[in-house]
């Protein structure tokens, strides 16, 4: 039997993000305790720089056996994971500010071993290591053309965030029970990807996204195993993207995760997995799109407009972010229904769009805290625009963002997808997502209105003075989000160009 | 670069400078802004001294390539109508300025922000008459509410932020609305010139009528809430009563008049079909706006709500004679849009001196003004005088164009309309009696007249009113060719009175 044969430089990427995460374990193992936090962070960040500068090496360069055929390196692949890498080097900047994570996340909360801990000054270093896990599978999953690669690029980039969503300094039982809860549901919806691949092999006798697609051009699409298969897949990848109706576990998590790790999730993961999604739905499913495209059409248009309206009323701003995440969730959807290049570009530039402002706000959402704390809770917001103008008007940029005003990135962004569903043919996909935005526009408003026009009071809170790192994440996502609006041609050439799955 | 791109560019600049004076400084902070909008306004004169108005075209024109994966340009272009536009925007902001020296203090921000927000907001008022780029216009349109909206909210009087978010969520919503319309707009351009959002390529599509019926309607709801026609009015009065004399005077001279343009530039342009179908139905709202806008103005207690339901009633008239299709109409209709914008602003000015020197907003609190402060009277009275358009006033030139216009098509609209005209003499002399004649009311005694700033902001704009009222033909003739194309592009010809009749 011959080793099979494997083109290095297009893997190279992943493999040096994982090579990263293994030296940051045994960093872990042998390196004191003094001098750990600041050389996890130095290498953690350089390699993900590493891999994106290897992205860019090989953006020109391209194969569908990069594995055998179980990686396809192809235009849209080399840029979400370069998208990734990007959204993951901020995200790093924030998470390099270790305040926010348990001293010691074996300890009991609020047990004597925890205090000592945090008397001791220790640090859970080994978040960056497992960021820096998650990140491969991350990089693995958008890329990985056969189903068994793909679960296992699921694992790999679900497993460290169950984990690190348990990490959270403050309110170490909230966060516990977000890991939990996201283990459990995310373990269960693996069960259904799994499933799901089980039926699809069993309709085509083949993993290969590929070989699904001939199967279903020469056996027909109308085969029960075909459906349960695309059903079932399905269940596995909304419940990744956060769309209803399998969204419950997406505010407890943001909720309970340490806030820059749900920054990090919400971009990446997102990213990541919508990657997937449009790569099977495209690739794979394509010659069945009668039986899931209205399926999909229909929870997107749920899943926006029950992220919007849910979020109306949401007390903590991390919830909030959390179902505005959701609401985006169905926007990126239509990109899968439209099923045209246009989409697929267009959800290449979401990615981007979205991606920076919502690592930008989850990172001024670190800087707002009292003494005991970040304070989630909106109403202890009020009058931030008096006392720290800058950080309200960023985070209020952010979310006109988010809303999709027009000079912002975010509104370029639904521009895109929703002239691409409306190219399609889909003309309710896009005047739906017109009417949730203006739902989802009046939470946004709510906030900014609380922000900059109501007077502070007692118990408001403060910002932090934030950390050299912290402020050059937000200043990159502010910075981002406004140039992308003004000269969204910078990178919507690239998405263009690269906005290609090959077969 | 065109002349447009330079005037629209100069306040920008303006606010620039002003965003990098001390704090401190007040009193230069308000100089270097008054410069700059003057500087506007000269420019916009020496701009409209060269336009050619002999044509009905786009002039000054100018185009380069924006989102080239999306073919969206910057590309600006005016006609007559817009040129008027932007000259009334630019003549006004000057004004207001000076007629507003210190309403800026007292807000929820510094004085520096409440003129950098003017500053862009006039830049974007510029830009959005100058665009001929649908993508472009929608931007700017978007865009433009956020400034008003922290105009309003942070320097307004009352209930200002739940005055200033109505205002954005109605405006937003109506945005949103006409971003489906875009893109179904540049969907159906993609499949017939390989994509496009060049005002003029756009308008020799083929739409087939359901598709320009919706398209039309998205348009066209937001402009109606834009304007604001009735039933899409009730954020009117809140804003104009939240907002500062300054604020409210462009929100509703300047900002409001692009519902109605937007009318007459791209849902008749780019949807003549469509125009035609729903004629009828938009007559109607604008008859009852008209109506309801008069009735209620009758009605009210508060000057500011007052002259906001005027403005409704006014709004009416503007919808009539666009959608009345004949030459006089639109033309009367383009030129009613500068008339109110320059009566809407006395009427606000000096309401708001008023309000300023009573500290009450209540038309119950003021009586017999004409004896303690006579100018200030006397300006109120003209401003009175212009909205309920008294022949020798330009207010009345374009009212007469409208109904003219509109009588040979629709002669029971332009009958009811005439009838708003009688209402209008009611609710403005109702007011002015009340406030200024008559004994002095208690409370009134010590108040002061206006000051030399005051008269020096109101002069300009009771003489236009005065001038264009004996004089309308410079601003007629530039408007009368772009009409002219307009009509022709939507394919009608003005009613021929048979012999006889």
């Given at each position: 039997?011959?080793?099979p ?19 940051g ?36 360069s ?26 993951s ?58 189903l ?33 809860k996201?283990?459990l ?60 109706p ?12 340490p ?28 010659g ?29 701003v ?38 920076f ?91 900014i ?12 809170v ?42 | ?56 075209g ?126 179904g ?56 009563k ?9 929100l509703l001279?300047?900002l ?13 342009t ?66 009613y ?6 009566s ?42 212009s ?34 005209i ?36 109101i ?9 264009l ?18 009509m ?14």
């Open positions: 039997m011959n080793a044969k494997l083109d290095y430089a297009l893997l190279a990427p992943i493999l040096i993000v994982l090579g990263g995460a293994l030296i374990v045994l960093v872990e193992a042998f390196l004191g305790r003094a001098r750990r936090t600041g050389v996890q962070i130095g290498l953690a960040l350089i390699t993900v720089a590493a891999a994106f500068i290897q992205v860019i090496r090989i953006r020109h391209g194969s569908s056996g990069a594995a055998v055929l179980s990686v396809s390196i192809d235009g849209a692949g080399i840029y979400i994971q370069g998208t990734i890498l990007l959204l080097l901020v995200g790093l900047l924030l998470i390099a500010d270790t305040d926010n994570f348990t001293a010691q996340a074996s300890a009991v909360p609020g047990s004597t071993q925890e205090s000592a801990a945090i008397i001791a000054g220790k640090q859970q270093t080994e978040i960056f290591p497992l960021t820096l896990f998650a990140i491969a599978g991350m990089l693995l999953f958008p890329v990985a053309t056969d068994v690669t793909l679960f296992v690029a699921l694992e790999m980039l679900s497993l460290p965030l169950y984990l690190m969503a348990g990490l959270s300094r403050r309110r170490r039982l909230l966060s516990q029970e977000a890991a939990l996201y283990f549901l995310g373990a269960f919806s693996s069960a259904f990807f799994l499933m799901g691949s089980a039926f699809l092999y069993g309709y085509s006798g083949t993993l290969t996204l590929n070989g699904i697609a001939s199967a279903i051009h020469t056996a027909g699409n109308n085969n029960i195993f075909l459906l349960l298969g695309i059903a079932l897949l399905s269940v596995g990848l909304l419940f990744k993207v956060g769309a209803v399998f969204h419950s576990w997406t505010p407890d998590v943001y909720q309970g995760a806030t820059p790790i749900t920054g990090f999730m919400a971009a990446c993961t997102k990213a990541a997995a919508f990657g997937a999604t449009l790569r099977i739905f495209y690739v794979a499913l394509d069945a799109s009668w039986s899931w495209k209205p399926m999909i059409a229909v929870v997107a248009v749920i899943t926006m407009f029950f992220g919007a309206i849910a979020a109306i009323s949401q007390r903590d991390k919830r909030m972010l959390a179902f505005s995440s959701i609401a985006h969730a169905g926007f990126i959807l239509t990109a899968v229904v439209s099923l045209n290049n246009h989409a697929l570009s267009a959800a290449l530039f979401y990615f981007v769009a979205y991606g402002a919502t690592i930008g706000a989850f990172g001024i959402v670190t800087l707002v805290r009292d003494s005991a704390g970040e304070v989630g809770d909106l109403n202890r917001w009020v009058g931030l625009g008096k006392k720290s103008p800058l950080t309200a008007a960023i985070f209020g940029l952010f979310l006109l963002s988010f809303g999709g005003i027009p000079l912002t990135a975010g509104f370029i962004g639904k521009f895109a997808i929703f002239s691409a569903a409306y190219e399609s043919g889909n003309i309710y996909l896009a005047v739906a997502g017109v009417l949730s935005s203006a739902v989802a526009i009046f939470f946004y408003l709510r906030v209105v609380m922000l900059f026009f109501q007077d502070p009071t007692n118990d408001s403060s910002v932090v003075i934030p950390s050299a790192m912290t402020r050059l994440a937000i200043t990159i996502c502010a910075i981002v989000t406004i140039v992308l609006g003004v000269f969204p041609s910078l990178i919507l050439n690239a998405t263009n160009t690269f906005a290609l799955f090959t077969r | 670069m065109s002349f447009i791109t330079v005037l629209g560019l100069l306040p920008l600049v303006g606010a620039l400078a002003v965003a990098f004076l001390p704090k401190s400084n007040e009193k230069l902070t308000k100089q270097v802004a008054l410069a700059t909008s003057v500087v506007v306004a000269l420019v916009s004169i020496l701009m409209a001294l060269k336009f050619n108005t002999s044509q009905g786009f002039q000054f024109v100018e185009s380069h390539q924006w989102i080239a994966n999306f073919h969206i340009n910057y590309a600006v272009g005016i006609d007559g109508i817009a040129l008027t536009l932007i000259l009334m925007t630019t003549i006004l902001v000057p004004i207001v300025f000076l007629a507003g020296w210190n309403e800026s203090e007292g807000g929820r921000w510094s004085v520096k922000t409440f003129y950098i927000l003017l500053l862009i907001l006039e830049t974007m008022m510029i830009g959005v008459f100058a665009a001929t780029d649908i993508f472009l216009f929608y931007v700017i349109f978007e865009a433009m509410l956020i400034p008003v909206y922290f105009l309003i909210g942070g320097y307004g009087r009352g209930a200002r932020a739940a005055a200033a978010m109505k205002f954005l969520l109605y405006s937003l919503f109506g945005g949103l609305l006409m971003l489906a319309a875009v893109i707009l540049y969907v159906i351009s993609t499949n017939q010139i390989g994509g496009s959002f060049d005002l003029t390529q756009l308008s020799h599509l083929t739409i087939d009528k359901p598709t320009q019926n919706w398209l039309f309607l998205g348009f066209f709801i937001a402009f109606a809430i834009k304007a604001p026609l009735w039933p899409f009015h009730t954020w009117l009065p809140d804003a104009a939240a907002g500062t004399a300054g604020t409210s005077t462009l001279g300047v409001d008049k692009i519902g109605t343009y937007g009318m007459i530039r791209f849902c008749m780019l949807f003549p079909d469509a125009t035609k179908t729903f004629t009828p139905v938009i007559i109607t709202l604008a008859v009852i706006s008209i109506l309801y806008g008069a009735f209620l103005a009758i009605g009210q207690k508060d000057i500011n709500s007052l002259i906001a339901f005027t403005s409704i009633s006014h709004f009416g008239f503007i919808t009539l004679g666009i959608f009345a299709m004949t030459s006089q109409g639109i033309s009367g209709a383009a030129f849009m500068v008339n109110h914008g320059f809407t602003a006395a009427l606000f000015l000096v309401s708001g001196w008023m309000i300023k020197r009573r500290g009450s907003s209540q038309i119950a609190d003021f009586g017999g003004l004409q004896r303690v402060s006579p100018v200030m009277a006397w300006s109120f009275f003209l401003a009175g005088m909205a309920l358009a008294l022949p020798g006033l330009s207010s009345f030139v374009s009212e007469f164009l409208v109904l003219v216009g509109s009588f040979g098509k629709y002669p029971v609209a332009a009958i009811l309309g005439t009838t708003g009688v209402l209008a003499a009611l609710y403005v002399l109702i007011v002015v009696q009340r406030t200024l004649h008559g004994e002095t009311t208690p409370g009134n005694e010590s108040l002061t007249d206006l000051n030399l700033r005051e008269k020096i902001a002069a300009p704009v009771i003489a236009i009113l005065v001038v009222g004996f004089f309308p033909k410079p601003v007629l003739h530039a408007i009368n060719p772009t009409t002219a194309v307009i022709q592009n939507v394919g009608v010809s003005d009613p021929v009175a048979k012999a006889g009749k």
